[in-house]
């Protein structure tokens, strides 16, 4: 089969359509033959050598896909071949088919195209499993969303929305924020000129925000904390602008707050595996019916993987860029 792998080189990784050989199903996995592969911020980590795959994950970039099922494992009870389906992945998706344990798959909702369903796992399960599990996010609460605009991000958006949250986001020009507020965003800020701290304070009558979703790490700490209302959860899921920050400890004692950092990629299968099925069960029937649903900016030939990366790395994407094999 025909899959991107990274050729080490000074300065970074180069990527290369190379011929491979296709994976073979274990007893709890699927085979699927590859209808698009979602690109993602850790895809350009793992390029430059940041972001190495967990032990026993292919060695070539690709955390979600979307295609059919060709072969299942013996111990596979829960899906057939010809299930349309869409995958959690540690790695391997630039490519034209992985394997995968069923517990890391899902149908692929109905009324869902079967190549912009490759924007969905990875999006929606890091927004879930943040926002429900490690935010605690409940109804009438104030969400905001820093990059909005993002892969992630418009997912978060849409997902706070739909379970009640009065939603703020943030994105880099005025026209990509405005695009926010039809994904369900009440408030939107344009980060490069508007201050989000009194954005969102203006925008929940002075409360400020229960659960913060940040992706730009360092650089937004000492706002991210100013912003928090009493009892605020600060989840950090990216680093795109630092990796240190300087915390204000008595900012955080005064309001009761916490800050936490999670990744996805590195869990447990177990874990994944809990995480998959709660957003089969809650926000599948959202996608179904429209209240959450992909957000696509292009379509990109396997062959042209450097290109979609580079949609990302010059921030022009809104939405996700899908690799087509």
């Given at each position: 089969?025909?899959?991107?792998?990274?050729?080490?080189?000074?300065?970074?990784?180069?990527?290369?359509?190379?011929?491979?050989?296709?994976?073979?199903?274990?007893?709890?996995?699927?085979?699927?033959?590859?209808?698009?592969?979602?690109?993602?911020?850790?895809?350009?980590?793992?390029?430059?050598?940041?972001?190495?795959?967990?032990?026993?994950?292919?060695?070539?970039?690709?955390?979600?896909v979307?295609?059919t099922?060709?072969?299942?494992?013996?111990?596979?009870?829960d899906?057939?071949v010809?299930?349309?389906?869409?995958?959690?992945?540690?790695?391997?998706?630039?490519?034209?088919a992985?394997?995968?344990?069923?517990?890391?798959?899902?149908?692929?909702?109905?009324?869902?195209?079967?190549?912009?369903?490759?924007?969905l796992?990875?999006?929606?399960?890091?927004?879930?499993?943040?926002?429900?599990?490690?935010?605690?996010?409940?109804?009438?609460?104030?969400?905001?969303?820093?990059?909005?605009?993002?892969?992630?991000?418009?997912?978060?958006?849409?997902?706070?929305?739909?379970?009640?949250?009065?939603?703020?986001?943030?994105?880099?020009g005025?026209?990509?924020?405005?695009?926010?507020?039809?994904?369900?965003?009440?408030?939107?800020?344009?980060?490069?000129?508007?201050d989000?701290?009194?954005a969102?304070r203006?925008?929940?009558?002075?409360?400020?925000?229960?659960?913060?979703l940040?992706?730009?790490?360092?650089?937004?700490?000492?706002?991210?904390?100013?912003?928090?209302?009493?009892?605020?959860?600060?989840?950090?899921?990216?680093?795109?602008?630092?990796?240190?920050?300087?915390?204000?400890?008595?900012?955080?004692?005064?309001?009761?707050?916490t800050?936490?950092?999670?990744?996805?990629?590195?869990?447990?299968?177990q874990?994944?595996a809990?995480?998959?099925?709660?957003v089969?069960?809650?926000?599948w029937p959202?996608?179904?019916?429209?209240?959450?649903?992909?957000?696509?900016?292009?379509?990109?030939p396997?062959?042209?993987?450097?290109?979609?990366?580079?949609?990302?790395?010059?921030?022009?994407?809104?939405?996700?860029?899908?690799?087509?094999?």
């Open positions: 089969m025909r899959a991107v792998t990274i050729s080490a080189q000074q300065g970074g990784g180069k990527l290369v359509l190379s011929r491979t050989e296709p994976p073979k199903p274990g007893a709890d996995e699927v085979l699927i033959e590859v209808a698009a592969s979602g690109v993602n911020r850790a895809d350009l980590l793992q390029r430059d050598g940041h972001y190495p795959p967990p032990s026993g994950a292919p060695p070539f970039p690709g955390l979600e979307s295609g099922v060709v072969a299942v494992g013996d111990a596979v009870t899906r057939a010809g299930d349309r389906v869409v995958a959690l992945l540690e790695g391997g998706g630039y490519a034209e992985v394997a995968v344990r069923a517990t890391q798959t899902l149908p692929v909702p109905d009324g869902v195209d079967l190549v912009d369903a490759a924007a796992p990875e999006a929606v399960c890091t927004a879930w499993t943040n926002l429900v599990d490690t935010g605690r996010l409940a109804p009438g609460e104030w969400l905001l969303v820093h990059g909005g605009s993002g892969g992630v991000g418009s997912i978060a958006v849409q997902l706070g929305a739909a379970l009640g949250a009065h939603v703020v986001a943030t994105a880099g005025r026209e990509r924020a405005e695009r926010c507020r039809g994904l369900g965003a009440e408030a939107v800020v344009d980060h490069r000129h508007e989000f701290v009194a969102v203006a925008a929940s009558a002075g409360h400020g925000a229960d659960v913060v940040d992706v730009v790490g360092a650089a937004n700490l000492p706002d991210n904390v100013r912003v928090l209302a009493p009892g605020g959860r600060l989840v950090v899921i990216g680093l795109q602008r630092g990796r240190r920050g300087e915390l204000d400890l008595n900012a955080l004692m005064t309001k009761r707050a800050v936490t950092g999670t990744t996805l990629r590195s869990r447990s299968p874990e994944k809990a995480i998959v099925a709660a089969g069960e809650h926000v959202m996608v179904a019916d429209g209240r959450v649903r992909p957000v696509v900016h292009a379509r990109v396997l062959a042209d993987a450097a290109d979609a990366m580079a949609l990302l790395e010059r921030g022009e994407a809104f939405g996700k860029v899908l690799l087509v094999p």
